[in-house]
């Protein structure tokens, strides 16, 4: 009995440091997937209303509420598995991260091939936010912080916004902001401290030219695509950053099941 119970402590090859390190590391995420769930069904039932939840495809609240139940049920299995050495729950663990980077490395690999597809389908997804742009503050102020930082206007260009009811452009339309654009377009003044709404009134009867001087006529589409090849590295950098957790996720618990795995045959011996 004694000889029995020396060889199993002999053979013992689980790290307590990789243990309780993925323990820890799953944990993290399992809180974050319940922060995302708690945001997602906030939203959803805020905006149980609203128009805007009609315009695309799939529901924002959605996306957030499913992506933080896959999260919740993957780092379930990641701290119980690791917590309990439990190999059928790391093994599910390994496997759904995996998927997961497959997934996202997939959606990658055709994003770059199908580039075109993929700015058209931008294109629409904006389009949909510029023609409900004043139904939803949140949409508004998106809008507003995309066009301010990358000092653009519109996605082709500062014409788009005629697909706005209020800034149309066409002589039937009774708005008051009939061919402006949002102040989002406008370029800043120095030292101005108020900002003026109403600079980007009639800009849309301007020709480029003329339009440059009050506004970013240039469309965000175009600035986007320029902003990631002048910042290539940036981009590299942020998606490794969103993979390199996985990976590591992936790393960490094969070695704890290999681990457990040689404890379980060295206890047969």
Request: net charge negative.
């Amino acid at each position: 009995m004694d000889g029995t119970l020396s060889r199993v402590e002999t053979f013992s090859f689980v790290n307590p440091w990789i243990r309780y390190f993925l323990f820890f590391f799953s944990f993290l995420f399992w809180v974050f997937s319940l922060l995302i769930v708690a945001i997602g069904v906030y939203a959803k039932v805020e905006k149980a209303t609203d128009t805007v939840r009609d315009t695309f495809l799939i529901d924002p609240a959605v996306i957030l509420i499913v992506v933080g139940v896959v999260m919740f049920f993957i780092t379930f299995c990641g701290c119980i598995g690791a917590l309990r050495e439990n190999i059928h729950l790391l093994k599910t663990f390994s496997f759904s991260l995996m998927l997961v980077f497959l997934v996202l490395l997939t959606i990658a690999i055709l994003g770059f091939f199908y580039s075109d597809q993929t700015r058209d389908a931008l294109g629409k997804f904006v389009k949909n936010a510029i023609v409900h742009y004043r139904d939803d503050l949140d949409l508004q102020n998106l809008l507003d912080y995309i066009q301010k930082e990358f000092k653009c206007c519109g996605w082709n260009n500062y014409t788009d916004w005629s697909w706005n009811l209020y800034f149309n452009c066409s002589q039937l339309n009774p708005s008051s902001e009939r061919c402006a654009v949002p102040y989002s377009c406008c370029t800043p003044i120095p030292g101005e401290v108020v900002i003026n709404t109403m600079c980007g009134f009639g800009v849309q009867t301007q020709k480029y030219v003329e339009a440059t001087k009050t506004i970013y006529p240039m469309g965000c589409g175009d600035r986007a695509v320029g902003w990631m090849e002048s910042h290539l590295l940036l981009v590299g950098a942020l998606a490794l950053g969103v993979n390199l957790p996985m990976i590591a996720g992936i790393v960490l618990s094969q070695i704890l099941i290999s681990q457990i795995q040689g404890e379980i045959n060295s206890t047969l011996l």
